[in-house]
Every structure is written in structure tokens, then in C-alpha cells.
């Protein structure tokens, strides 16, 4: 049913989950579409649209309970379990990731870093052990994570990309702020680009 | 003329940029509507609405002019003055910014730093001095910076907020992962939400 959900759509339903977990926080147990179209500047029809992609999940007079959405927005983002991630590059960015983001709200475990400064390796950085990443090959083989996040120099980016892809990584999380080609076009990469976000706020300003 | 444009359309423009960058830097001099769209998975008829909304820049037969296209849109996105901006914190994602992040290419200049640490204070940090958080109000009215870019705690993240917009900011480039509800609701802020981004990715893994 969700095969051909518009990237668009996609990218809302993290928006709908926090806002619904706000809303949750507030002890909050039902709302409209109205409502939520309101909280996150949409319109009600294209709120029932959104979720009609997936099944829909209001009842008509009634809207919205919040935790059954909440609930099944989670499992549509497959943020219900627990998938493993490293850090490749262990520097000031992954130290932020590292120390300040949520990643179990995301049904991730960070399970390793790694870095090409010896004097880091084999130490613990905010409980996260980090090793040489010459030895990167041979634990993702042995470790399976499922999700690569490039915090490393973009000179390095596509080389560790391809072969973390090729020992069986299953999508990669990229602050390099350089597209990926990789040899295998199948795999999921999630661009984080600085650059953009402050370019629509250099666009907003004084408008 | 680009009053009501479509924040959807908006977003696109930093991608457009990006993409005419890496051409300019292939040396190529032209391009069709349908070519770029390739490039940016989009279609030639969206292409050519998105850059009527600032007037269009193409030319029936011949396509975009590579050069001209980019000028073009680095005056729509206000990136080719230089304004100044503050962070507030200086902890490991700011150094991540201050070290890796290219304000120039934004038209951004970075001028000082912030943090409530007193064994950062009157250092520089990248070239970037830094002072207590307690100043910040002192130093805006001052020195007049543009932007604000939040890398402090979420606690925190209201208050100074608030104070910074007071004293004139006119743009919030926000890390802190909470939406923030200013006194003055006419000043942009740009959030970067870390975890809808890993959200998008999970839901891409194994579809």
C-alpha cells in the first residue's frame, strides 16, 4: 500500500509524529484534522490525504486518537525496534550527535564509531566505543549494522560509502554535504545539507 | 513579485543552487529544463514553474545559461552580501560548524560565539572569539549580527531566543530539536530537526 508514497508525504509523517508526541506529552487524546492541519500549517484535506496513503486512520465526527496514531506512525517509519548504527568519523559532529541526539526516539542503537585518529581509538566516547577505520570493513561484516552515518571528511565520503554498502550496510545517513554515487544505487542515503537550511533563512530574511 | 511564493518552491532553490555550483564547476555553460530536472529528479514542467515564480530565466531552444542561472538565484536566496552572524553555544556542534561549515558560501560571515562555560571565554575558537552567554544582549545591540544560530541546550533555547530578537536579530537558524514560539512571531526561523531526517531514512531501509 505504501510503495509510492510522494517523498513529500514521506518527509511529513516525521513532522506528524512529533507533533503527535507533543500532543501526547500534554495528555491531549484526540484531535481533528482540522486541528493538526492548524499545528503544522497543512490543510485538513491534505492531513486525511497524508494518512489515506497509508491506510487512513481517523473515524469520521470523531478525528484522531492520539496514541493509536501515534503508535501506527511509528511502525510505518520503523522506528518501533531497534536498528543498529555507526558513526564513520569521530569528530566534532559525531561528538554533538554522540552526546546531545536522541537516537533510541528513532529506534536506533549507536553501537560503534570510528575515526582515523589513533589516539581515539579504543576508547569510550559517550559510551560508544571507537575504533581504527581501516577496521570498518571487517566489523560491519562481522556486526551487521544496518545504518552508516558519514561524519567524516567528504574526500573520504565515497570510498567508505561503497564499501559499506557493499559489506551490507542498508542506508546511510550523509553530513558530508556531497551527493553520494554509490556502486549500488539501491541503498536509501539521507543528505543532511547544512548549506540549504541556511540558505532558506538567508531567503526568508527581510522578506 | 516572489512575495507568495510556495515554501515548497522556496526549499528547492538552495538544491538548484547546489546543483548549477557543480556544473559551473564542470565547466559546463548551458542546460534544458528537462536535463536539470533529471539531475534534481524532478520534471522539465516543475523546473520551469519553480523559476517562473521569480520571473523565469530560460530561453525557448536554448535552455538555462549556467552562469546567469546561479547569479540569479544567489540574488533570490540573498547569499551574495555577507551578513553577520552569532553563535549561541559553543559546544561540539557549533565546533563542528566553526570548523567544517562553509559560512562564505552562504553569503554568511561568522563573527562571535556564545557559551555560559567561563573556560571558553575570551578565547577564539577557528578564528572565532568566543564570550559569556550573559553579554549576548550587550554584544547584539552593539554589533547588529543577522542571524542567531542556536547549538545550545533546548532548556535554554526560549529565553535567549526571545532576548536575541529583542535586540534586533532578524533570523534564527535553529539546532536545538524544539520548535520555538517567539514573542515576535514575524521573525523566520529555520529549524534543522536531526531526527525527521533519521526518520526519513528508516522508513526507506528494507521498502
Given at each position: 500500500m505504501d510503495k509510492n508514497v510522494s517523498p513529500v508525504v514521506v518527509r511529513r509523517m516525521p513532522r506528524y509524529y512529533r507533533h503527535l508526541c507533543e500532543l501526547h506529552d500534554k495528555n491531549i487524546d484526540r484531535i481533528s484534522s482540522s486541528a493538526l492541519a492548524e499545528r503544522m500549517s497543512l490543510t485538513a484535506s491534505q492531513v486525511r490525504q497524508d494518512f489515506n496513503c497509508f491506510g487512513g486512520f481517523g473515524q469520521q465526527g470523531y478525528g484522531y486518537n492520539v496514541t493509536d496514531l501515534k503508535a501506527a506512525i511509528a511502525e510505518i517509519l520503523c522506528i518501533t525496534g531497534e536498528r543498529k548504527a555507526i558513526l564513520c568519523g569521530a569528530g566534532n559532529l559525531a561528538r554533538a550527535l554522540m552526546s546531545n541526539f536522541n537516537f533510541t526516539k528513532c529506534g536506533v542503537s549507536l553501537v560503534a564509531a570510528f575515526d582515523?585518529?589513533?589516539?581515539?581509538?579504543d576508547v569510550e566516547m559517550f559510551g560508544v566505543p571507537v575504533h581504527s577505520i581501516s577496521t570498518v570493513e571487517q566489523y560491519v561484516s562481522a556486526h551487521s549494522p544496518d545504518i552508516a552515518i558519514l561524519t567524516l571528511p567528504k574526500s573520504d565520503a565515497h570510498k567508505v560509502a561503497n564499501i559499506l554498502v557493499k559489506c551490507g550496510v542498508k542506508g546511510i545517513w550523509n553530513f558530508t554535504g556531497t551527493d553520494l554515487e554509490l556502486d549500488d544505487p539501491g541503498i536509501p542515503i539521507e543528505n543532511v545539507h547544512f548549506s540549504e537550511s541556511l540558505m532558506v533563512l538567508s531567503y526568508q530574511i527581510d522578506r
Open positions: 582515523s585518529n589513533p589516539s581515539l581509538f
